[in-house]
């Protein structure tokens, strides 16, 4: 048996939505192997991690920081044209966006890096599931990624 501690996250509803009960528990469980093996290979699920950058060198400095402290396997960079709107009128500019290559478990390191060297001060930084990989490209992803 392997212990493990876990936080668990209890939502109660008292009547309506207003009356909302949240109880967060720590505690310490038993698990066997098989269980242990399964929540093991969750952190594994790979992720790519978009977010858009001013330009082209800054998407190549900022994956740089992330490939260099071993918190992604691999980054892409290309150029885009983004429309948004800010302070109160729609901008049209050139951006870069970044792509990492990482697993779930970086995705908070991933995620700290971008938000304290991006230059705009609300970044987007969005994860999306990769719900398929082939078998070689994620054995080369785990011993890149430390």
Partial sequence: MTKISIEILVILFYKSLDDVIIVRQSC?????PHIY???KLSLYYMVFIYTTCESMEEAEKLGGLIITQKNGACVDFWPISSCYNWEGGMRCVPQAMLLVTTFE???DEVTQILTENHTYSIPMIAGVDVR???HPYREWMMKEIE
């Fill in 28 to 32: 310490l469980i038993a698990i066997g």
């Fill in 132 to 134: 398929r990989i082939n």
């Fill in 105 to 107: 478990a970086k995705m």
């Fill in 37 to 39: 093996q399964i929540l």
